[in-house]
């Protein structure tokens, strides 16, 4: 008789024990999303990342060619527009790549930011006329010497200023 009125009675979850699921998860999904969310903006950056690479080498064959170097806008490798999260690709004096991402970025902390590159020469300098025919050594990502303007921890790792 006792086994027969355990079968009728129904099995489940109390509401105390659902709203403690419910609140568990929520804790959990309020540590998780700020860094799912860099993780986002730093793959939308890596793109921007590598559409500098052409930049870098048309940089590195002025610079080793010799011949004068040209005015801020016309190294060769500027570009408006060339992928969804870049608006537009540009250079100054010396060959500073500047990478402006857009609004599709869709982050405030990134939308219509700078992210910039420049050739250094052997003493860590900024390259220039004295340096011509002679190899960039290495190369400063990122720094806000140079003009960017966005938050070094939404940067690749090897592009925080150094």
Known sequence: MVGSRQRGRQGGFTL???????AII???????????????????????MLL?????????????????????????CEAEQPSKYVERIDTRAGGIVVV?????????RLAIHNITLAPLSRTGDLMGDDDL??????WRCGSPADGTDVLPQLLPSSCRGS
Request: proline share 4%.
């Open 100 to 108: 402006t991402l857009s609004n599709a970025v869709g982050d405030g």
């Open 52 to 76: 500098i690479t052409n930049c870098r080498n048309q940089i590195q064959e002025v610079y080793l060619s010799g011949s004068d170097l040209p005015i801020a806008g016309e190294w060769g």
């Open 26 to 48: 929520g804790i959990i999904a309020m540590i998780a999303m700020p860094e799912i969310r860099g993780y986002q903006a730093r793959a939308k950056v890596s793109e921007a």
């Open 133 to 138: 025919g002679s190899p960039v050594r290495r």
């Open 16 to 22: 105390v024990e659902v709203m403690l699921v419910v």
